[in-house]
């Protein structure tokens, strides 16, 4: 992962990164830019000469935009001009992104900030510098980005310290979500996925791991698992990873599904719905990363993760359309699609935290619809939730973490659609709002803690198709920043 250093003194300078805020919007569209005033003694031939040079760039000071200039035989031998907008924490993530790749081929850049910077404009700038420059290539063949260590030349770096720290711990933990859901299917299956977690568990105090395997889920009625996995040699997993630090006051349960590569089963996928099906255990590496996370930042918060684990194949031994599952605490489902299968996985893992972990807030997040993505876009997931303080609370730290997500509805007329002629369920009824009825039934595996649930269908943007700010082409990583940032709300 790229180095960031914090200093007070600009002892290398080859490339010097100066910023750019936008023109005052008071003044008109046609306001110029402005180069920001650092907090650091910097060559002052070369901060006129950027100065004299920022009109002729036609810079607007649009976050993440950039204009280079060379200057052979002195100091700095570039100059690079980088807009970071309004100095809100988005823009600044945005501009460490842009840096990033504009910076591409350096090898050491040093960034001299303004003396003003708010740490959680700093923090957000690592963020986007450490998230743009994320790769996932299983070759050493293609070019990698050059870039390893960038400099903060700020006037008190002590100040900054804890924000930078942060940051780094954030984007560590999306950059092993992100490595979680790349990995391709033939090297990712339900024990990989289970021992990648205890690897990284391994590294950080006071974590438990529990791992269940086949028999052990059978044993105890982990119906919808199992039958999801059946179909695959690689037999299904149950993942429970606690971080229960000693002054916890409050005990959330993350549930994520984690579907290692989805066929559709019997109820087979055309080929183009299946290439990326790698990526259908987002939600579980989300979750088990935003715990690692919690862990490396000593959040005051007890946090149990359930990562349901299966293969869904076809095989002589999968489970049919029509087949009636029994789940963990005995409600059953009548599944007419077996491509419906992460609700079936995930109903397990909310009754059991319902039955036997009874904590104060359960929140699930899964790769679930593809109607999430109609109806909502590439970038935003589909959040529901009957608790207002808890949609609210979730939807404000999603933001803030620079993701995106919107509150969708619960209608009560929706719920008669669930019902089965065979089972107390149907899993996958044949109506419209796939992802509200998805949501629908995975609630009705909460229990008492209905009124604090809250369930995230972020199918569409834990995938990139290309670049886009802080994020790489492919896996997002999505929802470990803004997990991240609302379990340190919480005490």
Do not use: C
Not at 30 to 59: D, N, Q, S
Not at 343 to 363: F, G, H, Q, S
Not at 417 to 440: E, M
Not at 485 to 491: E, S
Request: glycine share 10%; no cysteine; charged share 25%.
């Amino acid at each position: 992962m790229l180095a960031i250093r914090l200093t007070a003194g600009a002892d290398r300078l080859d490339t010097l990164v100066l910023p750019v805020r936008s023109g005052d919007a008071t003044a008109g569209s046609e306001a110029p830019a402005e180069l920001l005033a650092t907090g650091a003694g910097l060559p002052a031939e070369a901060l006129e000469e950027a100065a004299e040079l920022l009109p002729a760039t036609r810079l607007t000071g649009r976050s993440g935009e950039t204009r280079a200039h060379l200057r052979p035989g002195r100091t700095p031998a570039r100059l690079l001009l980088l807009g970071v907008g309004d100095g809100g924490e988005k823009d600044w993530r945005t501009a460490g992104a842009g840096l990033a790749r504009a910076a591409a081929d350096e090898t050491q850049i040093t960034f001299a900030l303004p003396a003003d910077v708010p740490a959680g404009a700093v923090g957000a700038l690592v963020e986007g510098l450490l998230l743009a420059s994320y790769r996932f290539r299983m070759t050493d063949a293609g070019k990698a980005p050059a870039l390893a260590e960038v400099d903060l030349l700020l006037a008190d770096p002590e100040a900054y310290r804890d924000a930078v720290e942060t940051a780094e711990t954030v984007a560590r933990t999306t950059r092993l979500a992100r490595d979680l859901t790349n990995t391709p299917s033939s090297v990712k299956n339900p024990q990989w996925f289970a021992d990648q977690v205890a690897a990284a568990a391994a590294d950080l105090p006071d974590l438990h791991l529990r791992v269940r395997g086949p028999e052990e889920l059978a044993a105890e009625g982990f119906g919808g698992i199992l039958a999801v996995g059946a179909g695959s040699a690689s037999g299904p997993r149950l993942v429970e990873l606690e971080w229960r630090p000693a002054d916890a006051r409050t005990h959330v349960v993350l549930v994520g599904k984690g579907i290692t590569f989805d066929t559709g089963g019997i109820s087979i996928k055309p080929v183009p719905a299946m290439k990326l099906m790698r990526k259908d255990m987002a939600g579980a590496a989300a979750v088990v990363a935003a715990t690692l996370g919690a862990a490396a930042l000593r959040l005051p918060v007890r946090i149990t993760t359930l990562a349901p684990l299966a293969e869904n194949m076809v095989s002589g031994s999968a489970f049919r359309p029509g087949d009636v599952v029994r789940h963990y605490g005995g409600l059953t489902s009548e599944t007419t699609n077996s491509d419906a299968e992460g609700r079936l996985v995930l109903a397990d893992a909310l009754a059991y935290a319902e039955r036997e972990l009874r904590p104060d807030l359960l929140i699930d997040l899964a790769t679930l619809t593809g109607a999430n993505a109609v109806a909502l876009g590439k970038r935003m997931g589909a959040l529901y939730s009957e608790n207002e303080q808890l949609a609210a609370d979730l939807l404000a730290a999603i933001d803030g973490a620079g993701e995106a997500a919107w509150r969708m509805p619960l209608p009560a007329d929706y719920v008669e659609h669930l019902g089965s002629d065979l089972a107390d369920l149907h899993s996958s009824p044949a109506v419209g709002g796939g992802s509200v009825t998805a949501a629908l039934y995975l609630r009705e595996f909460t229990g008492d803690l209905r009124d604090r649930w809250l369930h995230i269908d972020m199918s569409a943007p834990s995938w990139s198709d290309g670049d886009d700010a802080e994020l790489a082409r492919g896996a997002t990583g999505w929802g470990v920043r803004g997990l991240l940032r609302w379990l340190a709300t919480l005490d």
